[in-house]
């Protein structure tokens, strides 16, 4: 299984950059994923964090219940995906221009 997430980080930034690299609305597609992803990331962190405070809970016990929410995962691990793929995509721009 850590081998499947490993090599899913690597090879699915580099799928990202093939797409954008080939068709350009792909980019579009791709930032917008992100954009939506981020704000449901960051709302269920605050919720959770909210919930937390709010009932006066035991903080390091109860905020790890946000691992078992499956949109807080995937669109967390869609986050660690697109920031690779953008460091490739800066990467290769900033080789273009040195040439």
Do not use: C, D
């Amino acid at each position: 299984m850590v081998f499947l997430i490993v090599a899913g980080s690597i090879i699915f930034p580099i799928v990202m950059l093939f797409f954008s690299l080939k068709w350009k609305g792909a980019e579009l597609v791709f930032n917008t994923l992100a954009l939506l992803a981020a704000l449901v990331f960051g709302n269920i962190a605050v919720a959770s964090i909210y919930r937390i405070l709010k009932n006066h809970t035991v903080f390091m016990t109860s905020i790890h219940a946000i691992f078992l929410n499956p949109a807080f995962l995937l669109t967390g691990a869609y986050l660690g995906i697109y920031v690779l793929y953008k460091l490739l995509a800066l990467t290769l721009n900033v080789k273009q221009r040195t040439m």
